[in-house]
């Protein structure tokens, strides 16, 4: 277990969690201490809170209408509440092969699964209805989303392998047509594509105006690029060999993968999809409380 | 320090496979999986710095072991003085071996030779001995085994150059003989010669005694240019009743430059006759045709010449040509026979032209001698024996040929066995399908044409009627020498019963075919076999063959038969003498033996008796021989010693060394084997230690802390 800086936070080292197997039991670990931690959520709290009135249109449903002020002013309104607290929760989880890469003991289809299995398990507390969808050029399951689902969807990440190769928008496209009711979206991913093909790939769910989370799971050799020994580099999608002298070339690599970041980063805020990039280096509770405490944030200026 | 296999140099090449490793074998065998090279393949390759060789020691060491092992598989050897002079001590006995075949009359290589030869001499004590073996084809020891240095000098001046062909193998089995009977320890040969390969037969399986050492001294030209006329061959062919000829040669160019507008000439009988002008590409061949002339007489010389060139005695041909002989013979019939009767001989003999036959035919029962002084071959169709049986005899033993064909009138009663081989008896007749032959003797001249497979099958004929004959037993004054037999069964029946037997008497010979020749008796006649078969009796019978135009230098002919088969009707016994081309006289009386042709030219021989004429015959220098390719020495040199490559040629003062002096001088490369196998050893522990994971593996990735 790694100590950090953070005050009154408890950190689980991902690969502590990698020996705990099952999920359920992971998510709880993990969630758990993370709310004694805060003490609260802080985001998914007040589900049934009163946002505003606004004036009856023709077709509205009369039920909800305010009879109250009705009474008072002799006109219609309507009330309106800030949030649906049993919204649809769905986890969405890149399983190709580049998401088996792992050079620290945990990949990042682990870490993908770890992440997903919290924020399905925090959604749980909130009484959300829970979903998941696996895929990597297409779909590969999917377990449509229920307030009794969380078993099945720790299930399924559970069993979910890396076996073929990536591509973003066949799936993204097909989930776009799926999830006709709006919800959350919480896309893991490791983003391999221009940002361009990204954001093409990902705004038909932001239309629907489904709420996007995206996690962008990164292992730490990804980012640093700290091998020694030349070799040969094989893709581990397209089997594409290329030689390499990891000296000559870090600094340009680090370069590029930080302006991938940086575009995605832009692209995503640009299309009001929150971003978060993901170490899987850093503990999986800790990477939770940056995204929530920026989410919460967030939703303060909102 | 030399090297026996210095082919294994080659292997040096394989400095490239550690160098290349060096460079970038790391690079290609180790694979890290990475998910996605999307950012690397954005990074220009140029600027990927793969080409540097790592581990220089490691390296190093490669290289050497290479080496080391490359060095001992190419057999490193010392020329240790101390090893040569210890075995040069004691006397020597040396065989000269000095070619005078007629290639080394090209230029001065004869007098280069004979110098050579002096020189070896020059270089033997007064202890050594020495032998002098001249060779052409034939090889004869000028001088053996002798002290006197002297002699064998003298003996190198005197000899000659011959018109023989080279043959190395005569002369290298008289050197081994000498040698084997020598007592001195230390044995050599020195070949003096130009290598011909012409004259090296490799499976001749010449082997000289152990520890015998070879120098060859080659004779040779860097360049050589040689025009031959190889090959003459006269065409006859008829006009106007007359027999003419007309005469291709063959030119070859054995230089390395192109020879043009060579003249050609035709000499007959001394006289040039006619010139052609030719082009001649190197190393190949060219034919001449000359206008046909008419062939007036018997023996025609004809000579076809060619300029001069460094090797001139090729540049001559020689042949000799005669009208076509026919075959005389005399066909005699029953006074009152059919006319079918010997219709199927007579067409037969009708047909054919080498030799062509001419075919006269008597009825009777009586032949007169001018009939048969005039005739080679006599046939008695079916006819009662002839009262002129004394006749007979004398003309059959002078030469001639007699076929007696036995049918339904040939009694010949008792008294006509001095003549035939067996007794004609009662005609005996097979019912049915009939009788065949079945046990025929290929080995006799008269059926060998059909020895061979698909060669006609005389078995396929159906006999139905033939005479019974009983082999006469040998008589002791039949017996012309102790092993050949007078009287031969040539077929049988498939009874048993003789179907052909030969007589020999004196000179010629009596057949006995104890069937018909016509379509009465047999179905012979009617059979594909029946002209060869005809015609293979009767040329049989007459000695018949085809006259040779020319002979080879080293040939043997037999001059009773040269004028037997000329027709001049030579008798045994009564000798002859032969004239050479360079005049001298050779008589012999009494039978004549074989003379073997040594001089290219033309050879006469001289009947004695009262018919007596005289033959010409041309003898030609063994063309072969102007093909002055060499053979490589070292092929020599192993094939005798039956080890490749051991002896060292180009020292003549080399001595004999024996087998623990050669293993000494090579054992080298034992060492050099053992220091490789050692680095690799080496090598292999390093490079382990260094290297860490085994190349070509699979490795996750190492990550810098």
Same mark, same amino acid.
């Given at each position: 277990?790694?100590?950090?800086?953070?005050?009154?936070?408890?950190?689980?080292?991902?690969?502590?969690?990698?020996?705990?197997?099952?999920?359920?039991? &992971?998510?709880?670990?993990?969630?758990?201490?993370?709310?004694?931690?805060?003490?609260?959520?802080?985001?998914?709290?007040?589900?049934?809170?009163?946002?505003?009135?606004?004036?009856? =249109?023709?077709?509205?449903?009369?039920?909800?209408?305010?009879?109250?002020?009705?009474?008072?002013?002799?006109?219609?309104?309507?009330?309106?509440?800030?949030?649906?607290?049993?919204?649809?929760?769905?986890?969405?989880?890149?399983?190709?092969?580049? =998401?088996?890469?792992?050079?620290?003991?945990?990949?990042? &289809?682990?870490?993908?699964?770890?992440?997903?299995?919290?924020?399905?398990?925090?959604?749980?507390?909130?009484?959300?209805?829970?979903?998941?969808?696996?895929?990597?050029?297409?779909?590969?399951? %999917?377990?449509?989303?229920?307030?009794?689902?969380?078993?099945?969807? &720790? %299930?399924?990440?559970?069993?979910?392998?890396?076996?073929?190769?990536?591509?973003?928008?066949?799936? =993204?496209?097909?989930?776009?047509?799926?999830?006709?009711?709006?919800?959350?979206?919480?896309?893991?991913?490791?983003?391999?594509?221009?940002?361009?093909?990204? =954001?093409?790939?990902?705004?038909? &769910?932001?239309?629907?105006?489904?709420?996007?989370?995206?996690? %962008?799971?990164?292992?730490?050799?990804?980012?640093?690029?700290?091998?020694?020994?030349?070799?040969?580099?094989?893709?581990?999608?397209?089997?594409?060999?290329?030689?390499?002298?990891?000296?000559?070339?870090?600094?340009?690599?680090?370069?590029?993968?930080?302006?991938?970041?940086?575009?995605?980063?832009?692209?995503?805020?640009?299309?009001?999809?929150?971003?978060?990039?993901?170490?899987?280096?850093?503990?999986?509770?800790?990477?939770?409380?940056?995204?929530?405490?920026?989410?919460?944030?967030?939703?303060?200026?909102? | 320090?030399?090297?026996?296999?210095?082919?294994?140099?080659?292997?040096?090449?394989?400095?490239?496979?550690?160098?290349?490793?060096?460079?970038?074998?790391?690079?290609?065998?180790?694979?890290?999986?990475?998910?996605?090279?999307?950012?690397?393949?954005?990074?220009?390759?140029?600027?990927?710095?793969?080409?540097?060789?790592?581990?220089?020691?490691?390296?190093?060491?490669?290289?050497?072991?290479?080496?080391?092992?490359?060095? !001992?598989?190419?057999?490193?050897?010392?020329?240790?003085?101390?090893?040569?002079?210890?075995?040069?001590?004691?006397?020597?006995?040396?065989?000269?071996?000095?070619?005078?075949?007629?290639?080394?009359?090209?230029?001065?290589?004869?007098?280069?030779?004979?110098?050579?030869?002096?020189?070896?001499?020059? #270089?033997?004590?007064?202890?050594?001995?020495?032998?002098?073996?001249?060779? #052409?084809?034939?090889?004869?020891?000028?001088?053996?085994?002798?002290?006197?240095?002297?002699?064998?000098?003298?003996?190198?001046?005197?000899?000659?150059?011959?018109?023989?062909?080279?043959?190395?193998?005569?002369?290298?089995?008289?050197?081994?003989?000498?040698?084997?009977?020598?007592?001195?320890?230390?044995?050599?040969?020195?070949?003096?010669?130009?290598?011909?390969?012409?004259?090296?037969?490799?499976?001749?399986?010449?082997?000289?005694?152990?520890?015998?050492?070879?120098?060859?001294?080659?004779?040779?030209?860097?360049?050589?240019?040689?025009?031959? /006329?190889?090959?003459?061959?006269?065409?006859?062919?008829?006009?106007?009743?007359?027999?003419?000829?007309?005469?291709?040669?063959?030119?070859?160019?054995?230089?390395?430059?192109?020879?043009?507008?060579?003249?050609?000439?035709?000499?007959?009988?001394?006289?040039?006759?006619?010139?052609?002008?030719?082009?001649?590409?190197?190393?190949?061949?060219?034919?001449?045709?000359?206008?046909?002339?008419?062939?007036?007489?018997?023996?025609?010389?004809?000579?076809?010449?060619?300029?001069?060139?460094?090797?001139?005695?090729?540049?001559?041909?020689?042949?000799?040509?005669?009208?076509?002989?026919?075959?005389?013979?005399?066909?005699?019939?029953?006074?009152? !026979?059919?006319?079918?009767?010997?219709?199927?001989?007579? $067409?037969?003999?009708?047909?054919?032209?080498?030799?062509?036959? +001419?075919?006269?035919?008597?009825?009777?029962?009586?032949?007169?001698?001018?009939?048969?002084?005039?005739?080679?071959?006599?046939?008695?169709?079916?006819?009662?024996?002839?009262?002129?049986?004394?006749?007979? $005899?004398?003309?059959?033993? $002078?030469?001639?040929?007699?076929?007696?064909?036995?049918?339904?009138? !040939?009694?010949?009663?008792?008294?006509?066995?001095?003549?035939?081989?067996?007794?004609?008896?009662?005609?005996?007749?097979?019912?049915?399908?009939?009788?065949?032959?079945?046990?025929?003797?290929?080995?006799?001249?008269?059926?060998?044409?059909?020895?061979?497979?698909?060669?006609?099958?005389?078995?396929?004929?159906?006999?139905?009627?033939?005479? !019974?004959?009983?082999?006469?037993?040998?008589?002791?004054?039949?017996?012309?020498?102790?092993?050949?037999?007078?009287?031969?069964?040539?077929?049988?029946?498939?009874?048993?019963?003789?179907?052909?037997?030969?007589?020999?008497?004196?000179?010629?010979? /009596?057949?006995?075919?104890?069937?018909?020749?016509?379509?009465?008796?047999?179905?012979?006649?009617?059979?594909?076999?029946?002209?060869?078969?005809?015609? +293979?009796?009767?040329?049989?019978?007459?000695?018949?063959?085809?006259?040779?135009?020319?002979?080879?230098?080293?040939?043997?002919?037999?001059?009773?038969?040269?004028?037997?088969?000329?027709?001049?009707?030579?008798?045994?016994?009564?000798?002859?003498?032969?004239?050479?081309?360079?005049?001298?006289?050779?008589?012999?009386?009494?039978?004549?033996?074989?003379?073997?042709?040594?001089?290219?030219?033309?050879?006469?021989?001289?009947?004695?008796?009262?018919?007596?004429?005289?033959?010409?015959?041309?003898?030609?220098?063994?063309?072969?021989?102007?093909?002055?390719?060499?053979?490589?020495?070292?092929?020599?040199?192993?094939?005798?010693?039956?080890?490749?490559?051991?002896?060292?040629?180009?020292?003549?003062?080399?001595?004999?060394?024996?087998?623990?002096?050669?293993?000494?001088?090579?054992?080298?490369?034992?060492?050099?084997?053992?220091?490789?196998?050692?680095?690799?050893?080496?090598?292999?522990?390093?490079?382990?230690?260094?290297?860490?994971?085994?190349?070509?593996?699979?490795?996750?990735?190492?990550?810098?802390?």
């Amino acid at each position: 277990m790694e100590q950090h800086s953070l005050p009154g936070a408890r950190f689980v080292d991902p690969k502590v969690l990698a020996r705990i197997g099952n999920l359920e039991l &992971l998510a709880k670990t993990v969630v758990d201490g993370f709310i004694n931690g805060l003490h609260r959520s802080p985001y998914f709290g007040a589900s049934v809170d009163f946002a505003e009135h606004r004036g009856y =249109m023709p077709g509205d449903d009369i039920r909800r209408v305010d009879w109250k002020l009705y009474a008072r002013t002799d006109r219609y309104y309507l009330k309106e509440y800030e949030a649906d607290t049993n919204a649809n929760f769905s986890v969405i989880l890149d399983i190709s092969r580049s =998401m088996e890469f792992s050079s620290r003991g945990i990949s990042k &289809l682990e870490y993908g699964k770890y992440l997903g299995a919290c924020l399905a398990y925090f959604a749980q507390k909130q009484r959300d209805r829970i979903g998941c969808v696996t895929f990597d050029n297409d779909i590969v399951t %999917h377990i449509p989303p229920s307030a009794k689902h969380l078993e099945r969807v &720790l %299930h399924t990440l559970d069993r979910a392998k890396a076996e073929r190769k990536g591509d973003l928008k066949v799936p =993204m496209q097909k989930m776009a047509e799926h999830f006709g009711r709006r919800g959350i979206l919480v896309i893991v991913s490791d983003w391999y594509d221009t940002p361009e093909s990204i =954001m093409d790939a990902v705004k038909p &769910l932001r239309f629907r105006g489904n709420d996007l989370i995206v996690f %962008h799971v990164l292992d730490p050799s990804e980012i640093d690029f700290n091998f020694t020994d030349a070799a040969s580099f094989q893709d581990l999608e397209t089997g594409e060999q290329i030689p390499v002298v990891p000296t000559a070339l870090a600094a340009q690599y680090k370069s590029l993968v930080q302006e991938h970041i940086a575009a995605l980063t832009s692209r995503f805020s640009q299309n009001r999809v929150d971003y978060t990039l993901v170490n899987t280096a850093t503990p999986l509770d800790y990477a939770l409380f940056k995204y929530l405490s920026a989410r919460q944030r967030l939703s303060r200026v909102r | 320090m030399a090297f026996l296999a210095p082919l294994f140099f080659a292997a040096l090449l394989t400095f490239v496979i550690p160098i290349l490793i060096h460079l970038t074998q790391r690079e290609r065998k180790q694979v890290v999986e990475f998910p996605s090279l999307m950012f690397l393949e954005k990074i220009p390759y140029q600027s990927v710095r793969r080409r540097r060789i790592r581990d220089w020691p490691l390296l190093a060491m490669r290289l050497a072991a290479i080496l080391l092992i490359v060095l !001992a598989f190419a057999r490193p050897f010392f020329d240790s003085p101390n090893v040569v002079l210890a075995n040069t001590a004691g006397p020597r006995e040396v065989v000269i071996l000095l070619d005078r075949s007629y290639s080394m009359a090209y230029g001065d290589r004869w007098t280069r030779a004979q110098a050579a030869a002096r020189q070896a001499v020059q #270089g033997l004590t007064t202890t050594d001995h020495a032998t002098l073996i001249t060779f #052409g084809t034939n090889a004869q020891a000028e001088v053996r085994a002798t002290a006197d240095l002297s002699r064998v000098t003298a003996a190198i001046d005197a000899a000659k150059l011959s018109a023989e062909a080279t043959r190395y193998a005569p002369a290298l089995k008289l050197a081994q003989r000498v040698l084997a009977d020598s007592t001195l320890q230390t044995r050599e040969v020195v070949m003096i010669s130009d290598f011909q390969r012409n004259g090296w037969v490799r499976d001749e399986n010449l082997r000289l005694p152990e520890g015998t050492k070879l120098t060859t001294v080659p004779i040779t030209d860097a360049q050589t240019s040689n025009l031959t /006329v190889s090959n003459v061959l006269p065409q006859r062919s008829m006009f106007s009743g007359q027999e003419r000829v007309s005469v291709a040669a063959n030119v070859i160019n054995r230089g390395t430059a192109a020879a043009n507008n060579v003249q050609v000439h035709l000499e007959l009988d001394g006289r040039s006759v006619e010139t052609q002008t030719v082009s001649v590409q190197p190393g190949a061949p060219a034919s001449v045709s000359f206008q046909p002339f008419t062939l007036a007489r018997a023996f025609t010389r004809g000579t076809v010449r060619i300029g001069d060139d460094a090797l001139k005695l090729d540049n001559t041909f020689h042949f000799v040509v005669s009208p076509s002989q026919r075959v005389s013979v005399l066909l005699v019939e029953p006074s009152r !026979a059919s006319r079918e009767a010997s219709l199927y001989i007579q $067409k037969a003999l009708a047909i054919g032209s080498a030799p062509a036959f +001419q075919v006269d035919v008597r009825q009777g029962e009586s032949v007169a001698t001018t009939d048969l002084d005039r005739h080679r071959v006599v046939i008695l169709n079916d006819v009662a024996a002839l009262s002129a049986g004394e006749a007979l $005899k004398n003309f059959v033993a $002078k030469g001639g040929g007699l076929l007696v064909v036995l049918g339904e009138r !040939a009694n010949w009663g008792t008294d006509s066995n001095d003549l035939l081989p067996g007794v004609p008896g009662n005609v005996v007749d097979r019912a049915g399908r009939g009788g065949a032959l079945a046990e025929l003797d290929f080995s006799h001249p008269a059926l060998e044409l059909f020895k061979a497979p698909r060669s006609g099958n005389p078995l396929t004929a159906r006999f139905f009627r033939y005479r !019974a004959v009983t082999m006469k037993p040998e008589a002791p004054g039949d017996k012309e020498g102790e092993q050949t037999p007078t009287r031969r069964v040539i077929a049988r029946f498939d009874d048993g019963a003789v179907a052909m037997a030969e007589r020999k008497v004196g000179s010629g010979s /009596v057949l006995l075919w104890s069937s018909t020749l016509d379509n009465y008796w047999n179905d012979l006649a009617l059979k594909p076999v029946y002209l060869p078969f005809v015609h +293979q009796i009767v040329r049989h019978l007459a000695t018949y063959e085809q006259p040779a135009n020319f002979f080879t230098i080293g040939e043997v002919v037999d001059p009773g038969h040269l004028l037997r088969a000329s027709g001049l009707g030579m008798q045994s016994g009564t000798g002859a003498m032969i004239l050479t081309p360079s005049g001298q006289r050779i008589e012999q009386s009494g039978t004549p033996t074989p003379v073997q042709l040594m001089q290219p030219g033309f050879y006469e021989v001289h009947g004695r008796s009262n018919q007596a004429g005289t033959v010409s015959l041309a003898a030609n220098l063994d063309t072969a021989e102007s093909d002055l390719s060499m053979l490589d020495t070292q092929e020599l040199n192993a094939a005798l010693s039956g080890r490749p490559g051991t002896v060292n040629p180009a020292s003549a003062d080399a001595a004999v060394m024996t087998p623990e002096d050669q293993e000494r001088r090579q054992n080298f490369w034992w060492y050099l084997l053992m220091a490789g196998i050692a680095l690799l050893g080496a090598e292999t522990a390093i490079s382990n230690r260094m290297k860490g994971p085994v190349e070509g593996t699979r490795i996750t990735p190492t990550v810098a802390s």
